[in-house]
């Protein structure tokens, strides 16, 4: 099979069709560009989604992968590799963490923390602790537990019977948590910010209440930063801007920078439930993925890189406003750091995908979150330049979708 037939029209040919993919086929990144097969040059905001945060191509992540790629790939967990034990010490390190659980996805790292939450209440209160509440409009993986704790009916049709014992609440909204909460509770799972329900940051007071409420009623609570993590916000992790502690927090995406990898962070006494047999994966804590996320970690943590996050996020905020304002399409500009929703006004709902399409057409890769929203989520130290470059090219999508 030679190059010129490895066309889009292939996909529909022999992939699952679980996904609809653009047009244009990328073979090349480097920093926040991206080139496809006929040459075309995109400046790159999506950032896959959230996940490339050192940008493509990155040389201290290029150079982390190469070198573990010639001394050892994998050996399984029978026996623990230094990479995995460095990056969980790095990890412990820098968060409320004292134990790590390694796997290779979001969705599996929030899989590995539901069912540590059960069978921690199970240990400790007995086998009816065993209800979850989350949030409607909220996204946690799509393996059936993570679907079904998820807060999006249509990711769950068709493949119930789900597991039972999961109620959800309304983001934003502490009274509705109260009206479903019960000593039979044994987890609160919230994202900071929600990130594929339309980049929708938690308000401070909503998260302290979570907190109180999981300590009146010995629940846990849980952070999926699987999008706000990893310095997207310019900290760290989300859960630092907002000063309030989970008790288990699951981390993936821009962990790896583009190298698949997932992580579960939680106390001592909360990881002694998940005892030796309880759990596992073949590839969680592979080596390669391990050293590549120890550099990711080691970067992003430094405090120019977080403070730069932020100056990015001004400038970029500031860039689609004025876009915004001039074509009257945005109602608002929300997010944190280099998570940014750009809220379509009344006129323009529903036509998210036409804003991303026309941007593909000038050059420029941008996300959705919903049928209303244009998200942003590039390298998190994407050049001003770059930045530039790509409102330009946004902003002539957006002339051709307003014309
Ligand atoms: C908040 C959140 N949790 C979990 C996931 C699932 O991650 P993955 O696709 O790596 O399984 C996502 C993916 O979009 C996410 O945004």
């Known amino acids: 099979m030679n190059k010129q037939s490895i066309t889009r029209e292939l996909f529909d040919e022999v992939m699952v069709p679980n996904y609809a993919p653009g047009k244009i086929i990328p073979v090349k990144g480097k920093g926040s560009r991206v080139w ?3 040459g075309r040059e995109f400046v790159d905001l999506a950032g896959g989604i959230a996940v490339t945060s050192l940008g493509h191509a990155h040389p201290g992540l290029v150079g982390a992968l ?34 790590v659980f390694f796997a290779n996805s979001g969705g599996e790292a929030n899989e590995a923390a539901f069912k540590l ?27 059936l537990f993570t679907v079904s704790v998820g807060g999006q009916a249509k990711y769950l049709e068709g493949f119930e019977p789900a597991p039972g014992g999961i109620h959800h609440a309304t983001y934003n909204d502490l009274a509705s948590v109260e009206a479903l909460i019960s000593d ?21 007071v909503f998260l302290e209440g979570l907190r109180a409420l999981c300590d009146k009623h010995n629940a846990l609570l849980v952070f999926d930063e699987v999008q706000s993590g990893v310095g997207r916000t310019g900290h760290l992790f989300a859960y630092q801007m907002y000063g309030v502690t989970p008790d288990i927090l699951s981390s993936a995406k821009s962990l790896g920078g583009g190298f698949p990898i997932g992580a579960m962070l939680t106390t001592a006494k909360i990881a002694a439930s998940l005892g030796v047999g309880t759990h596992g994966s073949t590839y969680g804590g592979n080596p390669l993925g391990c050293a ?4 990711v970690i080691d970067t992003v943590s430094q ?14 905020r500031k860039g689609m406003m004025a876009i915004g304002k001039r074509y009257d399409i945005f109602s608002e500009v929300r ?7 750009c ?13 991303l399409n026309a941007g593909i057409d000038e050059g420029v890769m941008v996300l959705i979150a919903g049928v209303n929203v244009i998200r942003l989520a590039p390298s998190l130290i994407i050049p001003d330049s770059d930045i530039d470059e790509a409102l330009e090219r946004f902003e002539r999508a957006v002339k051709k979708v307003c014309a």
């Open 36 to 38: 496809d097969q006929d």
């Open 66 to 99: 190469v070198e573990q790629a010639g001394k050892l790939w994998h050996l399984s967990n029978v026996l623990t590799n230094e990479p995995a034990l460095k990056l969980a010490k790095t990890l412990c390190d820098l968060t409320f963490a004292e134990r």
């Open 117 to 143: 939450a059960r069978r921690y209440g199970w240990e400790h209160y007995g086998a009816e602790k065993n209800e979850i509440i989350s949030f409607r409009n909220s996204f946690h993986g799509r393996t």
């Open 184 to 204: 039979k509770t044994c987890a609160i799972v919230v994202e900071p910010i929600q990130g594929e329900g339309g980049v929708m940051p938690a308000d401070k």
């Open 292 to 295: 590549v996320a120890q550099k």
């Open 303 to 316: 405090p120019e890189i977080l403070k730069g996050v932020k100056a990015r996020s001004d400038y970029l």
């Open 335 to 341: 997010g944190e750091g280099l998570l940014l929703g």
């Open 343 to 355: 809220v379509l006004t009344e006129a323009w709902q529903g036509k998210a995908k036409d804003f």
